[in-house]
């Protein structure tokens, strides 16, 4: 559950990163047995995290090893995210084409239909 942490140190810093990291996980397993509700609810709470880190600019100074923290937190959020839309666009490419497909029928039927009437 999304908590408005505000950021005023790199432990609360790392506190928004590692939610995020973890809900990315979370909508990984969610897409992967179809649980889009699921992956909806946690893309809007990962995301009020994004804004609360967007918002909180700049962002206080990190050591070496925090920013090496930070960058695989990064490179697993990516990752995750990446997992994500792997499963999700297959699904969406197959909806559009049903969309269209429906949209070419319904077309037809208005033109088709108009001129059976003459």
């Known amino acids: 559950m999304f908590r408005n942490l505000p950021i005023k140190d790199s432990e609360s810093l790392f506190a928004c990163y590692?939610?995020?990291a973890q809900l990315t996980s979370e909508m990984v397993a969610a897409a992967d047995v179809g649980n889009w509700e699921v992956v909806n609810t946690l893309e809007h709470e990962s995301a009020a995290y994004v804004d609360m880190l967007r918002?909180?600019?700049?962002?206080?100074?990190?050591?070496?090893?925090?920013?090496?923290?930070?960058?695989?937190l990064l490179v697993r959020i990516l990752e995750d995210d990446a997992r994500v839309r792997a499963v999700v666009h297959p699904r969406l490419d197959r909806l559009?084409?049903?969309?269209?497909?429906?949209?070419?029928?319904?077309?037809?039927?208005l033109?088709?239909?108009?001129?059976?009437?003459f």
Not at 111 to 117: D, H, K, N
Request: hydrophobic share 30%; charged share 35%; net charge positive.
């Open 111 to 117: 033109a088709y239909g108009t001129m059976a009437r």
């Open 55 to 72: 918002r909180s600019e700049p962002h206080p100074p990190l050591s070496p090893a925090e920013l090496e923290r930070k960058r695989a």
């Open 18 to 20: 590692e939610a995020i």
């Open 96 to 109: 559009q084409r049903r969309i269209d497909t429906a949209r070419r029928a319904s077309s037809a039927s």
